[in-house]
Structures are given as C-alpha cells and as structure tokens.
C-alpha cells in the first residue's frame, strides 16, 4: 500500500466520447459478405453453372433453376439442422428417419383418424423433436457421442415407421396437406411455396447464427466446450437446444416431402442423412465444429442439385453423377484442412 | 417285466415315434423384413410350410444389399437344422462362399427373385423372368404408340443392378430396338431412349429423375420404370408439367398399389410378378428333398402376367380385376 499522498493530478480535459460500435442494422459491406470457407464452394458452383449452361440450352432457364430448387428442398431443409449440430462438433445420423417417420405420422394421423390436417403436422413435427430431445439428451446426460446416439436413434426411428406404417405409402391426403407444392407464377417461370420456405429458413438460421447470443454459443460450444462452459455458457443446454431445434427443421422437411411427393412415404429420406453431412461438407463447415456457415451449406446443397440437373442433361450416365460427388467431397474437406492450417 | 422296463420302454417308443414324425425344418432369407414384396413372400411360405407340414425359419438383412445380414442368417438356420435354404440375394457374388458351405453339409439352397452370380451356385432357381417382364411391356408400349415416333425416358434402378438392367433391357427388346437380349450386359441405349436417370425404386428420388429428364426433352411420350413406386413419382413430376395426359408410363412388380394405379389410369401397364408362388414353389421343393433327397433344379419360371384396362391388339393381357386379385402388397 502506498503510504505517500496522492500527488495531485491536472484535471483531464473531457474528451470526446469515442463513436459506438455501428448498429445491428449498418454493419459494414465486408461483414454482409460470407466468409472465407464459403468462397472455394461458391466458385465451384459458378463454374458448375456455367460449364452446364456451355453445355445444354435447356440449363439456363427460371423454370429449370426452379425446378433444382424443388429438389433439393427436402435435404435442404434438414441440411440446416445438420449445419446447426456439425457446428457443435456433433453429427446426426438419424435425420432421414426421423422425417420419414414425420411424414408418416403427419399423414396417418389425418387420413386414418380424420384428424384436421394443422393438428396432423403438429403431431408429426411433434415426434420430429422429441427424437431430437433424445438425441440431445443421450448427448448432454449420458455423455454419449453423438455418432453413436444418432446411430441408434436412426435404426429405432426407421423401424418405428416400418412398423406403423406397414411399409405402405399413404395417399388419399387432404389438400390442404400439400400447400407447399403448390405453385405461383413470375413471369414464365413457377416457384413452389416450399421452395420460398427453405429460403426464408435459410436466411433466418443465418440471421440467427449472425446476430443473436444464442447463436454465436452455438459456434463457441463447437470450437471448445470446456471454455464455452468457465465463460458462463450453459452447453448443455445449448446442446440440447440444437437437437432438438434439428427435430424441428426434419419436421419441416417431412411436411415439404409430402407436399413434393403427395404422399407420406415411409421408404423416404434414407439417404438424406449421407446427403446432408455432404451439404454441409461441401460448404466449407467443418466436422470438427465451431467453424462454419449456413450459406455454405446452401452453397453445397444447390451444387449436388445443380450437378444431378445438369448431369442428367448432358445424358451422362448417372454413375458419374456419384464419381463426382465423391471427387468433390474429398476436394472440399482437402481444402478446408489446407486453409485452416494457414489461417 | 418291471414297472421301471415298461416306463423305459415306453418312452423309448415315444422318442421314436416323435423323430419320424420330426417336421422338415426350411429356412427362408429375404433381402429385408419390410419391403412388400419380400412379405408377401413370406406369407406364401408360412401358407406352404403349413400345408407341409414343414417348419419355417425366417430371416433377412437389415436393407437391400446387406450381405453379412445373410450370411448369418444362413449360419443360424444350418445351426437350426434346416434342410434346405431359400434366398433372395442381396449380393449376387458375395453371398456364393456361405452358400457353398451350406450346400457342402448337405443343405439345398435356392436361389429366389433374382440368381446368384454364377447361377450355378445355387441348386435350383425359382423366379420371375425380369427380361420377360420388360418384354411385355415393351411390347405393350409399341403396339400402343401405334406407329408414332417414340421419344422414351427409362427411369431405372441404379448403376450395376441385374434386376434393373433385365427389366430395361428387356423393355427395349420388347420395343423392337435391335440388338438388344437377355445377354446384354450393363443398360442399352438406342436412339429412341432421349434419357435415362435412376430412381433407385424409390417415389421421390423417381419423381427427380422425371423432372430432369423433361427438361432435357419436354417431348418425351412414353416413360419406363423399374417400380411402381418410381412410375407414380414420374407420373407426378409430369401432372406438374401438365403432360400426364399424352405421355404412356409402363412399369413392373404388379403390387396391389401399383394395380390400382393401372386402374385409375396413372399407369398404363404393368407386369406382374408372383413373389408368393415363389416361395410356396420353393418350399414345397424344400420339403421334397428333406423328405426323399431329390433336389430341385434349373430355373423355375414363377410366372409374369402383363396388367392393363386398355388391351391391345397382339399383347396378351389380363385386366385389373383380375391383377387385384393376384396382387401382393396391400
């Protein structure tokens, strides 16, 4: 302790106050820009597209942009909840099952009970989270890893569909089940109303995962939970909160599979699991976690689509629709790993 | 003689009794527990084995292509005592090394729906002519396209599959495309196919391959498909093209799904098979030989039936009513 007077000091001059930081709403032209780890797919599917367009006429047109729009919809929409758990350093392996097994109960429910078809789909998304629940909490309680969990949760959810459904697609479904196939027109070219959802809940994750607290624990959970945990970050509860957030979004997708398709299809979604970790690797995020972005995933959804289209256009055999995929995932994951090691 | 030599005697007798009277045990192995097809495969087994007076084992793998499912299912059954074994490979190649064990102790295997690669590895073969199915409907496709120019879309299984080249190629054949047998290896093609994309037998992936092959040619008039459910999935990518009327789509199985598809008009044709007359088939030769060793043998033909309301001239068919009645599924 100093035992001398304080020696007096000159008053300070009021300085002017320093400007705050920029609001929510001016943030700056480089932050709007998506990061680093999306540019390498975003050139990719450019070229993609332009390649394609080189070499069929019938590529570059609203109406076929539209129309890979529709397709990717299903896996795209459950690609956003695989993006939202691979960020947390997990995986879901279950995702397909369990929108199989929503789109069965959405449309059992209402064809074999009369139930109203809004009470339907609640149902339906309903057991979507509850599965998400036990995912989440095998992963927070037990502290099992989620490979292993998913794993389990995807051979249950499988065989709870099969069971319930007979193995059965059901038909015969009310219209106002399948709204979002329906289509309007712009100009020469018709959109599905699913499509215009999975690009509002695109840009709501992003929003989501951008501006609020809640998402940016998201991405500190991943990066390295102990250190989330001593900053006050309740990690299991964010955990818990993204399995079954996924639950939710694989709802969804369950409700735009029956809208594409028109009926509840329990043989659906058994390779979306494989699809979407595929999105989400072709995006630039990385399966280590905290390190990631949802346009990426959107980036990486539309170039499995947009090769599929062009592919088939071309008349190129469908296997080389898969050699390229592969190709591509291993090109993406490669350098994902070569640049994070620079940076 | 004592009363503990009458016990001894007697029960002797019994055992006796009870070991000729020992049901044959037959083994069933499907690809998987759920697929339609495979359960009603089942159903004409159990019927079969009953009326036998046989016991009936039953496994699978966990999905279509699981081989090691199989092969362990081959090895409980042969723990079990079963005396002949009836498949539906998954793996063509792969599933030979555990049937051989099986058949060196003495255990008859056959092969049902679709053969093992080389055939030879199972004693008898009992199953529907995939080719012949997509003959019928090939034919049916070109007698009634009636001389117009044909612009086809093959919507197929996926890359490799036997079942789905015979079917395709089989089609074509049936269509008139020259060159095209049941020996040709790998998918055909021939001017008038203007796409081929694969569905993998599935609705949704069907109805994608549907809405690719349009864009590439809107004028596509008639489509193939492997399934039923893969035609309902084209049929819906062309209702949303407003072309569902003018385009004929043609397919195989014959599952009462399918049927009432032909009937309301979303199909136009489909070939039928008979997955239960396979099985009660083969466990009947299964009984057989456990009961006086005589082995089946060579390829049973369980029979294709071409299903449509609209006939035409020069292609046998049978109606709906009748492929409702014959159908498998619910």
């Known amino acids: 302790m100093n035992a001398q007077p304080k020696p007096a000091l000159a008053p300070i001059a009021p300085v002017a106050p320093v400007a705050p930081p920029a609001r929510r709403g001016t943030t700056r ?89 809004y009470a339907a789909v609640a149902c339906g998304m309903a057991v979507c989270v509850l599965i998400g629940y036990v995912n989440g909490a095998l992963v927070t309680s037990i502290k099992l890893p989620p490979f292993i969990v998913t794993l389990g949760t995807m051979n249950i959810a499988f065989a709870i569909t099969q069971i319930y459904s007979q193995a059965q697609t059901v038909t015969g479904l009310p219209e106002a089940m399948t709204f979002f196939g329906n289509t309007f027109r712009v100009g020469e070219t018709s959109i599905t109303y699913g499509t215009v959802l999975m690009l509002g809940l695109y840009l709501l994750t992003w929003l989501f995962l951008r501006e609020t607290a809640p998402g940016r624990h998201l991405y500190a959970v991943g990066n390295n939970p102990e250190a989330a945990r001593l900053t006050g970050i309740a990690t299991s509860r964010v955990l818990l909160g993204v399995y079954m957030v996924s639950g939710l979004f694989y709802g969804i997708a369950a409700l735009l599979s029956v809208a594409r398709m028109g009926v509840g299809d329990p043989q659906g979604g058994q390779t979306d699991n494989l699809d979407s970790i595929t999105a989400v690797v072709l995006g630039g995020t990385s399966l280590f976690g905290g390190r990631g972005s949802i346009v990426g995933t959107f980036v990486g959804v539309l170039i499995v689509g947009v090769f599929r289209n062009g592919l088939t256009l071309m008349g190129v055999p469908s296997v080389y629709q898969i050699l390229v995929t592969g190709i591509l995932v291993i090109l993406a994951v490669a350098t994902d790993q070569l640049t994070h090691k620079k940076g | 003689m004592t009363a503990k030599h009458c016990f001894a005697l007697a029960l002797i007798a019994s055992t006796a009794g009870l070991a000729a009277a020992a049901e044959p045990v037959v083994g069933l192995i499907t690809k998987t527990e759920t697929n339609p097809f495979f359960v009603k495969m089942k159903e004409g087994a159990q019927q079969a084995a009953k009326l036998q007076g046989a016991k009936l084992l039953t496994g699978a793998g966990k999905s279509d292509g699981d081989n090691a499912g199989q092969i362990t299912a081959i090895e409980n059954m042969m723990s079990a005592g079963a005396r002949a074994i009836l498949i539906t490979p ?16 003495g255990v008859m295997v056959v092969a049902l729906d679709s053969p093992t690669d080389p055939a030879t590895a199972t004693d008898a073969l009992f199953a529907t002519d995939n080719f012949k199915a997509g003959l019928l409907i090939g034919q049916y496709a070109k007698a009634a396209l009636a001389g117009k120019p044909a612009k086809i879309a093959t919507i197929d299984l996926f890359p490799g599959h036997p079942v789905g080249i015979a079917r395709h190629n089989g089609f074509l054949a049936g269509y008139g495309v020259a060159g095209v047998g049941a020996k040709t290896a790998g ?58 009327k003018g385009v004929l789509i043609v397919s195989v199985d014959g599952g009462c799904a399918g049927v009432r598809d032909v009937k309301s008009g979303v199909i136009a044709a489909t070939a039928q098979q008979y997955p239960l007359k396979m099985a009660s088939l083969a466990v009947e030769a299964g009984v057989t030989y456990a009961k006086t060793g005589k082995k089946a043998s060579g390829y049973v033909d369980t029979g294709v039936t071409l299903i449509t309301d609209r006939k035409m001239t020069g292609v046998d068919s049978r109606d709906t009513a009748f492929g409702l009645s014959a159908c498998w599924g619910k």
């Open chain 2, 187 to 244: 998918l055909a093609r021939s001017a008038e196919v203007v796409c081929m994309a694969d569905s993998y037998g599935d609705q949704g992936k069907g109805q994608t391959a549907m809405e690719n092959c349009l864009q590439k040619n809107p004028d596509i008039n008639i489509v193939y498909a492997i399934n039923e459910p893969a035609a309902a999935g084209a049929y819906k990518a062309l209702k949303a093209a407003g072309k569902e």
């Open chain 1, 29 to 117: 032209l480089k932050d709007m820009l998506p990061p680093a780890t999306v540019l390498g797919p975003l050139v990719a599917l450019l070229a993609a597209v332009i390649f394609f367009a080189t070499q069929s006429e019938r590529f570059l047109s609203g109406q076929n942009f539209s129309l890979i729009l529709q397709q990717v919809m299903v896996v795209g929409v459950i690609a956003i909840g695989q993006t939202l758990i691979i960020l947390t350093a997990g995986i879901d392996l279950s995702c397909g099952m369990v929108m199989a097994l929503g789109s069965v109960v959405l449309t059992k429910f209402a064809v074999d009970y009369g139930m109203d078809p």
């Open chain 2, 90 to 105: 998954s793996d063509s190649k792969a599933i030979v090394p555990a049937i051989k064990r099986a058949r060196d102790q």
